[in-house]
């Protein structure tokens, strides 16, 4: 019975919450790896064209409450989650034409162009906080909990009751969707195809007669759905405050590093492992081992290697080991 409650703890406080943490950073850094893998350049305001994006959908979520349109017991939120997209593949592609492909164009450094999408995160930034301010907005509605703790306590009888909540669970199946389309995207259709030799050969691609504005085209839509649909996301399973996203730069940069920058499956893999390690050294297991050792030999502290204050410099330090031992990341990078 104490190890049914050691796993009902670490699956409540460690599992659960890494596998939504890990969906939603995978998402992020789908959206990095492809920039870097077809337009070869790190794009630094990716963090904030989530923000921009997860803005757009609170907006539209208040704009449809309002109205009194909703779900049910689903967010409004996925209701909401189309036009936002819509909206950011309209805000990228004027980004591009406005902004990045003059330096295309001029054939300009990479790190021309890393410097130049730092600008344009500054941009974002202050617009995001001038639209909908610099605090905390809460857009959830709809069932809070798919299982609460109370009922699986009553259900199961056990001392310990596992939550779990409806945006953890809407942010899995949605991960698991949104990845399906991708690579089938990627890998069974012929733009996907055309932006796959792109990444690959761009001379050799030119010659095959592939038009180089249509892959950018189709990059910044698909990067667009990417960045909107983490951000909301992310916005929805904690909260929407626009310099959060920001802040998520680090972790979503370091999970496509430590999978392999330009590598979708790599991108994949490199959220959970960022997710994990945050939730796991941050995690207080008084209460796990506390159900797993011996009676008298319980810990009398938290047991917990770092304060949730530093999660982000969890995913920093990987990120340095990742590149002093393993540049190219735990798949190969640099191809779609």
């Known amino acids: 019975m104490d190890f049914l409650n050691a796993f009902i703890a670490l699956a409540n406080y460690v599992l659960v919450p890494g596998i939504a943490y890990g969906s939603q950073l995978a998402l992020g850094a789908l959206g990095v790896t492809l920039v870097y893998g077809i337009l070869r350049f790190s ?31 689903l967010p409004t939120a996925l209701l909401a989650l189309p036009f936002a997209i819509g909206l950011t593949i309209l805000l990228l592609l004027g980004t591009d034409r406005v902004v990045y492909r003059f330096y295309r164009e001029k054939k300009a450094k990479p790190v021309i162009l890393v410097i130049v999408s730092l600008g344009v995160t500054f941009i974002y930034n202050g617009i995001t906080r001038f639209i909908i301010g610099a605090d905390d907005q809460n857009f959830l509605d709809g069932e809070r909990f798919i299982i609460s703790a109370r009922d699986f306590k009553e259900m199961t009888g056990l001392e310990e009751g596992l939550s779990f909540k409806t945006t953890q669970g809407i942010t899995i199946v949605t ?14 259709t012929r733009a996907g195809k055309s932006m796959r030799a792109y990444s690959d050969n761009e001379d050799l691609a030119l010659l095959s007669g592939i038009n180089p504005e249509r892959v950018v085209m189709i990059t910044w839509m698909i990067v667009a759905a990417l960045a909107t649909t983490a951000g909301v996301l992310y916005g929805l399973d904690k909260s929407f405050k626009p310099f959060t996203y920001f802040q998520l730069l680090l972790p979503i940069f370091a999970s496509a590093i430590v999978g392999g920058l330009g590598n979708p499956l790599g991108a994949i893999a490199g959220g959970f492992v960022i997710a994990f390690s945050e939730v796991t050294i941050t995690y207080a297991w008084k209460k796990v081992l506390g159900y797993m050792m011996p009676e008298g030999l319980e810990p009398s502290g938290l047991v917990q290697l770092l304060s949730t204050d530093y999660k982000f410099a ?23």
């Open 43 to 73: 794009n630094f305001a990716h963090g904030d064209t989530m923000a921009l994006g997860a803005m757009s959908a609170v907006l539209l979520t208040w704009l449809f409450q309002g109205w009194g349109i909703s779900l049910g017991p």
């Open 175 to 188: 991960a698991i969707i949104v990845v399906a389309l991708l690579f089938w995207f990627l890998n069974r």
């Open 314 to 336: 969890v995913s920093f330090v990987i990120l340095l080991i990742v590149l002093l031992f393993k540049p190219t990341g735990l798949f190969k990078g640099q191809s779609v």
